[in-house]
């Protein structure tokens, strides 16, 4: 199936080239993006998401390039061309086209790209069993909370993490602390049973899928506590998961060479990755979590 592409104002077969050479998010990463699940056609939290963008483009001094109205008609249209049962919806804004120059061009009107790629959800023995990350000293920028396509700090933690073997890699401070993985946010359930992720704030990416979680599991009765954490914690700690919009909610029963727990997913992994596909539309990968 030939995929489809919305660039700036015409539909595009995905690989032909659409962005010009000095757009300045091919330059500079002078841009934003989102992702958004979609599943039967249906584009999940989209609300939260272009809430997000919308604060990202702020954030770094951008407008939208269109009507909200209008780019939700857009995204429709790329999902209609492109009819995949589980996919991503991709939204990137860039400042525009301009002359290569650091300072803000005056009057350049953003670029906008809408693509739809086929969903890669973590495989069902990933969900069941769960998985193991790496550590990473966290050298990225201080405005981690702007979802910027700045990602090459992630791609290098990533990509060393996989060589290594392990599934993922989370990020820590020079104190310790646990900030968030490459592409997912991270959870612990402490010696206490309290379900605790850092804030959102300017040090992480506040996650969609997060803050779903975070109410799924306040609306369960699951004591919840947002503040930072350190390594030190696993020792403690008697599970941790990963939570994202195509990580959905996975398990972690091992960090480097320290188990988790009892080394299986434990039962608020287990309860909270089925509350979670169920709240997606992907009822059926609930039973994935069934057994730990």
């Given at each position: 199936m030939t995929r489809i592409a919305y660039v700036d104002g015409r539909f595009v077969r995905l690989h032909e080239p659409a962005v010009a050479a000095e757009d300045r998010g091919f330059q500079f990463g002078d841009g934003v993006y989102e992702?958004?699940?979609?599943?039967?056609?249906?584009?999940?939290?989209?609300?939260?998401?272009?809430?997000?963008?919308?604060?990202?483009?702020?954030?770094?001094?951008?407008?939208?390039?269109?009507s909200p109205a209008v780019l939700r008609a857009v995204?429709?249209?790329?999902?209609?061309?492109?009819?995949?049962?589980r996919a991503t919806l991709y939204l990137q804004i860039t400042r525009g086209t301009a002359p290569r120059a650091h300072p803000f061009p005056a009057g350049v009107r953003p670029t906008l790209v809408v693509a739809v790629r086929r969903a890669l959800f973590p495989a069902a023995g990933e969900r069941a069993r769960g998985v193991a990350v790496a550590l990473a000293p966290d050298l990225r920028w201080q405005r981690r909370d702007i979802k910027s396509t700045n990602?090459?700090?992630?791609?290098?933690?990533?990509?060393?993490?996989?060589?290594?073997?392990?599934?993922?890699a989370w990020f820590v401070e020079s104190d310790g602390t646990v900030t968030e993985a490459t592409a997912a946010n991270v959870f612990l359930v402490d010696g206490t049973g309290r379900l605790v992720t850092?804030?959102?704030?300017?040090?992480?990416?506040?996650?969609?899928?997060?803050?779903?979680?975070?109410?799924?599991?306040?609306?369960?009765?699951?004591?919840v506590e947002e503040r930072p954490f350190r390594v030190e914690e696993l020792a403690t700690a008697r599970e941790a998961f990963l939570t994202g919009t195509t990580s959905l909610v996975l398990p972690v029963v091992r960090v480097e060479d320290r188990t988790v727990g009892d080394g299986r997913p434990g039962p608020v992994t287990r309860l909270l990755g089925r509350l979670y596909a169920e709240h997606s539309g992907l009822a059926d990968l609930a039973g994935d979590y069934a057994q730990g």
């Amino acid at each position: 199936m030939t995929r489809i592409a919305y660039v700036d104002g015409r539909f595009v077969r995905l690989h032909e080239p659409a962005v010009a050479a000095e757009d300045r998010g091919f330059q500079f990463g002078d841009g934003v993006y989102e992702m958004v699940k979609v599943v039967d056609g249906i584009p999940r939290d989209l609300d939260r998401h272009l809430a997000r963008l919308a604060r990202s483009l702020a954030e770094l001094g951008m407008t939208m390039p269109t009507s909200p109205a209008v780019l939700r008609a857009v995204a429709r249209e790329v999902i209609r061309r492109n009819p995949l049962a589980r996919a991503t919806l991709y939204l990137q804004i860039t400042r525009g086209t301009a002359p290569r120059a650091h300072p803000f061009p005056a009057g350049v009107r953003p670029t906008l790209v809408v693509a739809v790629r086929r969903a890669l959800f973590p495989a069902a023995g990933e969900r069941a069993r769960g998985v193991a990350v790496a550590l990473a000293p966290d050298l990225r920028w201080q405005r981690r909370d702007i979802k910027s396509t700045n990602l090459l700090p992630n791609l290098l933690a990533r990509q060393r993490a996989v060589e290594r073997g392990f599934r993922e890699a989370w990020f820590v401070e020079s104190d310790g602390t646990v900030t968030e993985a490459t592409a997912a946010n991270v959870f612990l359930v402490d010696g206490t049973g309290r379900l605790v992720t850092h804030p959102a704030d300017r040090r992480i990416l506040g996650g969609i899928t997060r803050a779903v979680v975070l109410e799924l599991a306040r609306a369960a009765g699951i004591p919840v506590e947002e503040r930072p954490f350190r390594v030190e914690e696993l020792a403690t700690a008697r599970e941790a998961f990963l939570t994202g919009t195509t990580s959905l909610v996975l398990p972690v029963v091992r960090v480097e060479d320290r188990t988790v727990g009892d080394g299986r997913p434990g039962p608020v992994t287990r309860l909270l990755g089925r509350l979670y596909a169920e709240h997606s539309g992907l009822a059926d990968l609930a039973g994935d979590y069934a057994q730990g």
